[in-house]
Every structure is written in C-alpha cells, then in structure tokens.
C-alpha cells in the first residue's frame, strides 16, 4: 500500500519545490557477506577433491572409488547449500531491515515526517522474494559448476589423457574462474537488491523521480556516467533500465521528491 509523501510533510515547504534524499548502498560489509555465502559452495569442492577425490587417484585403476567419493560429496553439496539458503534468508532479511532503516531516518531527517507506520516489510513482496529464489538457484549453479570442474578433470586421469598432477592443476586453475564467475554474481546481486528496495521504497512513497548517481568504477558504461546527475521517473526507464539493473551496473539513484507538482526546470 502506498502513500503520498508530499502530502504527509510536516515541514514548510518555504521555497523549495523539490527536497533530494540521500542515496542508499549497501555496506562493503553486506557486500562481502553475501560474497562468502556464494563462494562457500566453491571452497567445498575444492576441500572435497583435496581430502577425499585425490586420495583415490593413486591406489586403484577402477573409477569406482571416485564415483563412490563424488556421491558422497554431492549429499554433503546438498546438505550445505540447505545451510546457505537459510543464511542467505538470513541476509536478505537483515539487508532489508538496515535498508529501510536508512531510508526513514533520511526522510525523518529531510522533511520532518516520520514514515515508519508507512512502509511496508519488504521480505513479504513478491519481487524481492523472487531475487531471493533466483539468489537460491544461482548458488546451486556455482556448486554444480565447481563439481563438474573437479569431475571432468578426476576422469581425465582414469582415461589416460591427464596426470594427477595434471589434474590438480587444470581444478585449482578452474575453481579460481568459479571463485571470480561467484564473486561478480554476489556483487551483481547486491547491486540488484539495493536498487530492488530503492524503487520500491520510492514508489511506496509516491515519488516519481530519481536522480542517477554513477558507480564511479573503472571499467563503466559510457551511457550510465553520461546520465550522472540527470533526473529520470520510475516509470520511465532510460535504455538498459534504472540504475543497477543491467549485469553488472554499479550505479544507485537518489529519490527526489516534487513538492509543487513534477515540474523539471
């Protein structure tokens, strides 16, 4: 449900028409948190292979005992990643509550109006749960990656065509691509959930406009640094969508609440 925060204000409007709101990113912190819920399901196999797979490798010349370890492996893959949803549940929900306790204490702050009967808990919209099961599935992705990096390069050395030397070398060579493809997933996801909960909180207040804050990273898209500072409405997208939308797009919004009407000079 929303409301209409230009109407609620408790403070004069004097000759402002419109009051900027701070923008809202998450925490380092939050950040690698979410990080090490990813790449937990990486380090798994990478221990797997080390104390069980690698064992097998010199002592017998039948693949069973590899196959045997890989199904034991695979019921502990799935033992953990019950424990990883649950912390990643854990994260959202923890994410969501500093999120919105930012973004009142701002609006408190800039107008005077205290939104806190107003807002609605995030962890029960439907848009956020569904960045929670795609979260779900894309950890499940990096596990069967990790596994499959490991198996390809165990049958190699049954089949003749690699040593174990070989081997170990081509898994910690890819497990450190899984580690980086799991690491830019996080930060991607981050950057997703951050401007998830900005829109919502703004469309839950009735504001229309933002004002486009480039990511300031090295590596940018040129049509994101050129909006920078440029004010957009929701409901209006730019081509490739709001900020942090696109993969990969660091970039986050400041609300702008229009007080007399939505006039843009």
């Not at 424990?83 to 549940?89: I, P, R, S, T």
């Not at 005077?112 to 848009?127: A, H, M, P, R, V």
């Amino acid at each position: 449900m929303s409301f209409n925060l230009a109407k609620t204000l408790t403070v004069k409007k004097s000759r402002r028409d419109r009051i900027k709101f701070n923008r809202i990113v998450l925490t380092k912190r939050q950040k690698a948190e979410l990080r090490a819920i990813y790449l937990r399901t990486v380090y798994y196999w990478q221990e797997v292979y080390a104390d069980q797979i690698l064992q097998e490798l010199p002592t017998t010349d039948s693949i069973e005992g590899a196959e045997n370890e890989f199904d034991r492996a695979e019921k502990g893959a799935g033992v953990l990643i019950r424990v990883l949803v649950a912390d990643l549940e854990n994260w959202f929900t923890k994410t969501i509550g500093w999120h919105t306790e930012k973004w009142q204490e701002d609006v408190k702050n800039k107008t005077g109006t205290d939104i806190k009967g107003f807002t609605k808990d995030l962890t029960k919209d439907e848009k956020v749960k569904a960045l929670i099961k795609a979260n779900t599935s894309l950890i499940k992705d990096i596990s069967s990656t990790a596994r499959k990096s490991v198996e390809y390069a165990v049958y190699e050395v049954f089949t003749g065509r690699s040593t174990r030397t070989e081997a170990t070398k081509q898994i910690n060579k890819a497990l450190r691509s899984t580690v980086k493809r799991a690491t830019n997933i996080a930060n991607d996801q981050a950057n997703k959930l951050n401007a998830r909960l900005n829109r919502e909180r703004n469309e839950e207040a009735e504001i229309d406009w933002y004002e486009w804050v480039h990511s300031g990273k090295t590596n940018f898209r040129k049509d994101h640094k050129a909006r920078h500072g440029k004010l957009f409405r929701w409901d209006d997208p730019p081509s490739g969508g709001h900020p942090g939308e696109e993969i990969n797009c660091g970039c986050t919004s400041k609300a702008v609440l229009m007080i007399d009407g939505e006039r843009i000079n």
